[in-house]
């Protein structure tokens, strides 16, 4: 698939934290010769404070705030892949922007693996907790209608990269009909 077959849509990645939207995001975007945003980058851009700068010292509905902003803005532009912060599926006003002008690609993957891939430093606000594997369940099982609001579901716990990659490109394939 040539990147000009896409070039009226955005390729969005959702998920939870941790699943890989932005590696995905990024491998795929090159591949694709698309541009590659990240609403987190774009927030922190915008506000010149980390994300957890933001919730330390303005609080969650800040962040939300300017999160909405960003992805009203990023949903008017054409033929980016989106990589989003797991919370953004939580706001309808979100996913109708995404949706209206992309295609919505959800990464998945098993509570034992996210707790694993979000070990790492500290940056992650939400996490920040001593009970940081009950935190996880309970996100996870608030949050999985907001994203079954999809056009295709990946599992990634037993995938690659690259091989989440492949099975976009195949989906992307099958949608635009080559
Ligand atoms: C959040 C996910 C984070 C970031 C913020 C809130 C969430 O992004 O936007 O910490 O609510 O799930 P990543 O999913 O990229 O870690």
Same mark, same amino acid.
């Given at each position: #698939? ?19 939207? *932005?590696?995905?995001? &990024?491998?795929? $975007? =090159?591949?694709?010769?698309?541009? !590659? ?12 404070? *980390?994300? =957890?700068?933001?919730?330390?010292? !303005? +609080?969650?509905?800040?962040? &939300?705030?300017?999160?909405? @902003?960003?992805? $009203?803005?990023? *949903? ?6 989106? $990589? /989003? +912060? ?6 309808? +006003?979100? #996913? @109708?922007?995404?949706?209206? /002008? ?9 509570? %034992?693996?996210?707790? $694993?891939?979000? +070990? ?10 001593? %009970? ?6 309970? #996100? ?10 999809? @056009?295709? *579901?990946? @599992? /990634? ?22």
């Amino acid at each position: #698939m040539r990147s000009e077959e896409l070039s009226g849509k955005n390729i969005v990645l959702t998920g939870f934290m941790g699943t890989g939207k *932005s590696s995905v995001g &990024r491998r795929l $975007a =090159k591949k694709l010769g698309l541009k !590659f945003v990240d609403t987190d980058d774009l927030i922190t851009a915008k506000a010149r404070m *980390s994300v =957890k700068e933001i919730f330390d010292q !303005f +609080g969650e509905p800040k962040f &939300r705030e300017i999160e909405r @902003d960003v992805v $009203a803005r990023v *949903s008017g532009e054409k033929g980016l892949v989106i $990589a /989003t +912060g797991g919370g953004v599926v939580l706001d309808e +006003g979100n #996913m @109708d922007n995404l949706q209206r /002008t992309g295609i919505i690609i959800c990464l998945t993957a098993s509570p %034992e693996d996210i707790l $694993a891939r979000t +070990g790492g430093r500290n940056e992650r606000p939400l996490l920040n907790t001593d %009970e940081r594997e009950k935190k996880v369940r309970d #996100m996870l099982e608030h949050r999985r209608a907001f994203y079954a609001r999809a @056009d295709l *579901s990946i @599992d /990634t716990s037993s995938l690659n990269q690259r091989e989440v990659i492949e099975k976009i490109l195949e989906y992307l394939n099958e949608t635009t009909g080559n």
